[in-house]
């Protein structure tokens, strides 16, 4: 406090100073017209461009919320394309019992948004971390999405965080595909190199479709993904190599490099199937008399 004091003392003169320079300053812009319409008008263009950067930074931190928000909506609307397809099929009666049946299926799947915090695509063994575990409801062997398409399969789970193998990795990584409106499924794989590219295997000899412009979806058949969300563009297809069925090369739509918000699917009949097949294999189980 005597420091304080003693300064103020060996510096009067200067504060004495820029109490009348601010009271000189509030006479002139008051009571001087001309002075006072240039002052309010200075005054409005720092405060606008105040205001201005306040905007522009909420917006710069608000856009991992929008982009979430963006992700969700175009895989939800990827759903409802999907869905109103084969809702107009079955209107026209150009449709199938397993497409009916797929439609009615949809309100077994939940969805938990996610960020991927770490991310690989140059390896054989692509691993993804995502911010999100079991205390979110996350489980080994979830599906994971994203806005454009197929992400992977949880393959840890921690209380806070997952790991996930993506479709990018060329020694863990089959799902199960069709062709979009074909009903002809095989398995996507990824051969390593090129992120954007994997392969469609075994599928039928007999198949029929366009070999430069149909897409792949998820086939369903499994408890992993529903059936419909999007994979890639049939872009080349090759005969196996023992000439029995076709080899799809196909240009996926989800973008690895740039990976950021997906979404892990949840089943909620996993446990109930899974008790239903044990009650099964134990009754199958021969007794002993």
Not at 132 to 159: E, H, I, N, T
């Amino acid at each position: 406090m005597r420091n304080l004091l003693e300064f103020i003392a060996k510096y009067n003169h200067w504060f004495l100073f820029m109490l009348l320079e601010a009271i000189s300053l509030v006479l002139l812009f008051r009571y001087n017209s001309y002075q006072g319409s240039v002052w309010l008008s200075s005054a409005n263009v720092v405060s606008g461009k105040l205001y201005e950067w306040e905007s522009d930074l909420g917006a710069f931190f608000n856009l991992t919320t929008l982009n979430k928000e963006l992700s969700m909506r175009n895989f939800c609307l990827e759903r409802q394309v999907a869905q109103l397809h084969r809702l107009y099929g079955d209107a026209t009666g150009d449709t199938t019992w397993t497409e009916k049946e797929q439609l009615s299926q949809m309100s077994k799947y939940d969805l938990i948004p996610a960020e991927v915090v770490s991310n690989t695509i140059n390896r054989p063994d692509n691993l993804i971390t995502i911010n999100r575990g079991s205390a979110d409801g996350v489980r080994p062997d979830m599906g994971v999405v994203c806005g454009q398409g197929v992400v992977g399969v949880v393959y840890l789970v921690s209380s806070h965080y997952s790991v996930v193998i993506p479709a990018i990795n060329a020694r863990a990584s089959s799902i199960s595909c069709t062709i979009r409106n074909r009903g002809y499924f095989g398995y996507l794989r990824w051969t390593g190199g090129d992120p954007t590219i994997a392969y469609v295997e075994d599928i039928p000899r007999h198949a029929k479709f366009n070999p430069h412009s149909d897409w792949v979806v998820t086939s369903g058949y499994s408890s992993i993904f529903p059936p419909g969300v999007m994979v890639g563009r049939i872009v080349n297809t090759y005969n196996s190599s023992d000439g029995l069925s076709y080899r799809l090369k196909v240009h996926l739509t989800t973008d690895f490099a740039r990976l950021r918000d997906v979404f892990v699917i949840g089943d909620t009949t996993v446990a109930e199937r899974a008790r239903l097949l044990e009650a099964a294999r134990d009754s199958l189980k021969p007794r002993v008399n």
